[in-house]
């Protein structure tokens, strides 16, 4: 064990080792639910979806709206602050879940609430797909996971500028702008078929055309509000998406096969869940990727008896990830420690030689 | 083909769901449909080799319970990805109240 900078690259060493060793494409640990609990959980309904996401394009009109009628005014300052984290921050969970197909029952209202939201967090929505696949297939396994969001050692600053989204905002802009023009790279070309190219190709020309459209529209305005509408909100108002998608991972152990050891579940205010569509719960969606994001919080219930406790807020959940992400700076293959109520399943750690694991508590 | 093979009582099929069933070295997963009738697929998903028989059983359609991939599982059908390559299927049938599979 080198304790140093290890490969994320999905075609370098890391990788292979993965492969080699059985890490990659394994099986996970899974908490026993009966089955007929668990037909319960997954069942399919349109209803919380289509209520959430008409609240949503509703709040996303009115602050616009609001926004577009004071521009020029401080007053427009409380309504782009509500539709930036509408559509900065709230697009990644519309993304996550309608790209699982579990939010809704009716699945073209899944693909089209998909490619809205992905158009918004600027991320191809067929790339995309087969990068969060293989997510779920190899959760945080270096060398294999293109969703990496804490490499070690952990570049703070750069985790810092997410927030406002810099240069998160450039960085996907360019892969869109790359993939219209070439397609998918070679990293990307691990994970997405051959068959999948034109869709790729498809998706990156019309979401940067839209943007440059934007773009095009300001400069002959000489304004920003069309950016401020279009684009700029995954810059100003990205900082929710950030603030809680770090904890999914933040801090947690690399190359496991029990997500109870790698994801993170808090427990949040309800504000901050209807933005997230239930993620903070965020250890049993990996386990249980069929139960959609309204019925979360029934899961947990039923399997919180075999989990880590959860952290009871996001103060507290960043302590402990901050904690554990600074001490990775110079011991990379430092973990935040996680314990087991009396009576849990054992950690499955499997395969693990690089991180110092906690023992079950 | 084989002869028929004995899975399990129906009842012990709910409509609308699946079990996995497991053959000469080989994993299957046999459904009910809403009419009760009996089919039968592979039992591992062709993206990520997961045992469908976790899944959840919508209409004709079995979801892969680790990336929510859909096959048709009367034809084997691939429908939703990740999963891009069908299901082989094989024929069963209700006989004496038990599921029969020929595999």
Same mark, same amino acid.
């Given at each position: 064990?080198?304790?140093?900078?290890?490969?994320?690259?999905?075609?370098?060493?890391?990788?292979?080792?993965?492969?080699?060793?059985?890490?990659?494409?394994?099986?996970?640990?899974?908490?026993?639910?009966?089955?007929?609990?668990?037909?319960?959980?997954?069942?399919?309904?349109?209803?919380?979806?289509?209520?959430?996401?008409?609240?949503?394009?509703?709040?996303?009109?009115?602050?616009?709206?609001?926004?577009?009628?004071?521009?020029?005014?401080?007053?427009?300052?409380?309504?782009?602050?509500?539709?930036?984290?509408?559509?900065?921050?709230?697009?990644?969970?519309?993304?996550?879940?309608?790209?699982?197909?579990?939010?809704?029952?009716?699945?073209?209202?899944?693909?089209?609430?998909?490619?809205?939201?992905?158009?918004?967090?600027?991320?191809?929505?067929?790339?995309?797909?087969?990068?969060?696949?293989?997510?779920?297939?190899?959760?945080?396994?270096?060398?294999?996971?293109?969703?990496?969001?804490?490499?070690?050692?952990?570049?703070?600053?750069?985790?810092?500028?997410?927030?406002?989204?810099?240069?998160?905002?450039?960085?996907?802009?360019?892969?869109?702008?790359?993939?219209?023009?070439?397609?998918?790279?070679?990293?990307?070309?691990?994970?997405?078929?051959?068959?999948?190219?034109?869709?790729?190709?498809?998706?990156?020309?019309?979401?940067?055309?839209?943007?440059?459209?934007?773009?095009?529209?300001?400069?002959?305005?000489?304004?920003?509000?069309?950016?401020?509408?279009?684009?700029?909100?995954?810059?100003?108002?990205?900082?929710?998406?950030?603030?809680?998608?770090?904890?999914?991972?933040?801090?947690?152990?690399?190359?496991?096969?029990?997500?109870?050891?790698?994801?993170?579940?808090?427990?949040?205010?309800?504000?901050?869940?209807?933005?997230?569509?239930?993620?903070?719960?965020?250890?049993?969606?990996?386990?249980?990727?069929?139960?959609?994001?309204?019925?979360?919080?029934?899961?947990?219930?039923?399997?919180?008896?075999?989990?880590?406790?959860?952290?009871?807020?996001?103060?507290?959940?960043?302590?402990?990830?901050?904690?554990?992400?600074?001490?990775?700076?110079?011991?990379?293959?430092?973990?935040?420690?996680?314990?087991?109520?009396?009576?849990?399943?054992?950690?499955?750690?499997?395969?693990?030689?690089?991180?110092?694991?906690?023992?079950?508590? | 083909?084989?002869?028929?093979?004995?899975?399990? %009582?129906?009842?012990? +099929?709910? =409509?609308?769901?699946?079990?996995?069933?497991? $053959?000469? @070295? *080989?994993?299957?997963?046999?459904?009910?449909?809403?009419?009760?009738?009996?089919?039968?697929?592979?039992?591992?998903?062709?993206?990520?080799?997961?045992?469908? %028989?976790?899944?959840? +059983?919508? =209409?004709?359609?079995?979801?892969?319970?680790? $990336?929510? @991939? *859909?096959?048709?599982?009367?034809?084997?059908?691939?429908?939703?990805?990740?999963?891009?390559?069908?299901?082989?299927?094989?024929?069963?049938?209700?006989?004496?109240?038990?599921?029969? +599979?020929?595999?």
């Amino acid at each position: 064990m080198d304790g140093g900078a290890r490969d994320y690259s999905l075609t370098g060493p890391d990788g292979a080792r993965a492969v080699e060793i059985g890490l990659a494409s394994a099986e996970w640990y899974h908490t026993d639910v009966p089955r007929k609990t668990m037909k319960g959980l997954m069942k399919r309904t349109d209803g919380p979806a289509t209520r959430d996401t008409l609240i949503w394009l509703m709040l996303l009109i009115l602050s616009a709206a609001g926004g577009i009628a004071l521009w020029g005014s401080w007053w427009a300052v409380p309504f782009f602050a509500v539709y930036g984290v509408l559509y900065g921050s709230a697009c990644d969970s519309r993304w996550h879940e309608c790209g699982h197909g579990t939010a809704f029952k009716t699945q073209w209202k899944n693909d089209w609430v998909y490619v809205l939201a992905s158009f918004m967090v600027l991320r191809n929505p067929t790339a995309w797909r087969w990068s969060h696949a293989r997510h779920h297939t190899d959760t945080i396994i270096v060398g294999r996971d293109p969703e990496i969001a804490f490499m070690r050692p952990p570049d703070i600053a750069r985790k810092a500028l997410a927030f406002i989204g810099i240069p998160d905002v450039f960085v996907h802009f360019g892969i869109l702008l790359r993939q219209a023009v070439s397609g998918p790279n070679a990293e990307e070309a691990d994970y997405i078929p051959t068959s999948e190219v034109p869709k790729v190709k498809f998706w990156a020309r019309l979401f940067v055309a839209i943007h440059l459209a934007a773009g095009l529209t300001a400069l002959m305005t000489w304004s920003i509000l069309p950016l401020m509408l279009i684009g700029g909100p995954r810059i100003y108002g990205a900082w929710h998406m950030v603030m809680v998608g770090l904890l999914q991972h933040g801090g947690l152990a690399e190359d496991v096969l029990d997500h109870r050891l790698n994801s993170r579940t808090v427990h949040m205010n309800p504000v901050s869940r209807w933005l997230y569509w239930n993620m903070n719960y965020h250890v049993e969606h990996h386990m249980f990727p069929m139960v959609p994001y309204h019925a979360l919080p029934k899961l947990h219930e039923v399997i919180k008896d075999d989990l880590p406790p959860a952290n009871p807020s996001i103060p507290h959940a960043y302590k402990e990830m901050i904690a554990a992400v600074l001490r990775q700076r110079t011991e990379p293959n430092y973990c935040a420690p996680r314990s087991l109520p009396e009576g849990a399943k054992p950690f499955r750690a499997g395969f693990h030689d690089r991180t110092a694991l906690p023992e079950a508590g | 083909m084989s002869d028929w093979i004995d899975v399990c %009582a129906a009842d012990e +099929v709910e =409509e609308e769901d699946v079990i996995r069933f497991d $053959h000469g @070295g *080989r994993t299957f997963a046999v459904y009910r449909d809403e009419d009760g009738a009996a089919f039968c697929t592979d039992g591992l998903c062709t993206h990520e080799q997961v045992h469908l %028989a976790e899944g959840l +059983v919508l =209409e004709d359609e079995i979801e892969c319970p680790k $990336h929510n @991939g *859909r096959f048709n599982y009367k034809t084997g059908a691939a429908l939703r990805t990740p999963a891009c390559v069908a299901l082989a299927t094989y024929p069963a049938r209700i006989e004496g109240g038990r599921i029969q +599979v020929q595999i």
